[in-house]
């Protein structure tokens, strides 16, 4: 799945019955979509398009940036807004991929995570573990194909029982590693 089909069918389509939407839209979780990671490159790009779709959808949804560093979101918060008055009320999450509960406290109140910080072999395990814990869908965009399969055989099952969606390897630079595993 690309990320921007996981994006589309978290926040944006409502009118889809598909069972990931269905899942969401039953949650009673404050925020829609998180963007984690939001500083990096690839964050910030697709902070850049969530803005964007928040105008068309005129705050129909709730999303937050979220990463390690208070000082840097906020800048990143800063540039949207100059562009996309309304995202003032866009919120702003703080968690090092280190701290268990700052990301357990991200994920508890968020319906999907899409994640940018990488490598997620060294940066992921915690959030995704999170995820699962608080039924939170999850995406990035991996390619670590060693990780990936320790993810499926530590957290599977329990991301089945709490019925929440892991979806690794949503990048088009993912495909490779995908097909030749
Ligand atoms: N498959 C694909 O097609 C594809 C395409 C693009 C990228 N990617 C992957 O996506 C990931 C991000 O790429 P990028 O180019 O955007 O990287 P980047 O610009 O270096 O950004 C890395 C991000 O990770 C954050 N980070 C680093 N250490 C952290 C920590 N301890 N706790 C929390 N956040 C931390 C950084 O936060 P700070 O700003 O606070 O340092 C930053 O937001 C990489 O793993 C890359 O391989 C894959």
């Known amino acids: 799945m690309a990320l921007i089909e996981f994006i589309n069918q978290i926040a944006f389509s409502s009118l889809q019955s598909s069972e990931l939407n269905l899942c969401v839209m039953s949650s009673s979780k404050p925020i829609d979509l998180v963007?984690?990671?939001?500083?990096?490159?690839?964050?910030?790009?697709?902070?850049?398009?969530?803005?964007q779709k928040d105008a068309a959808f005129?705050?129909?949804?709730?999303?937050?940036?979220?990463?390690?560093?208070?000082?840097?979101l906020d800048v990143i918060k800063q540039s949207l807004t100059s562009n996309f008055p309304q995202l003032k009320s866009v919120d702003v999450l703080v968690?090092?991929?280190?701290?268990?509960?700052?990301?357990?406290?991200?994920?508890?109140?968020?319906?999907?995570?899409?994640?940018?910080?990488?490598?997620?072999?060294?940066?992921?395990?915690q959030l995704v573990e999170a995820c699962v814990k608080?039924?939170?869908?999850?995406?990035?965009?991996?390619?670590?194909?060693?990780?990936?399969?320790?993810?499926m055989e530590s957290l599977g099952e329990a991301a089945e029982k709490n019925r929440c969606k892991v979806v690794h390897c949503c990048g088009f630079d993912s495909v490779p590693s995908d097909w030749t595993a």
Request: charged content about 20%; proline content about 1%; aromatic content about 14%.
């Open 35 to 51: 963007a984690y990671g939001a500083t990096g490159f690839t964050g910030k790009l697709a902070c850049g398009y969530l803005a």
């Open 58 to 72: 005129q705050g129909s949804f709730r999303w937050a940036i979220a990463g390690r560093n208070q000082t840097k």
């Open 95 to 125: 968690a090092d991929s280190a701290d268990v509960d700052a990301l357990d406290r991200m994920a508890s109140q968020c319906k999907a995570a899409i994640n940018f910080a990488g490598p997620y072999s060294k940066f992921a395990k």
């Open 134 to 151: 608080n039924s939170t869908h999850y995406a990035d965009l991996s390619a670590e194909l060693f990780w990936i399969a320790e993810m």
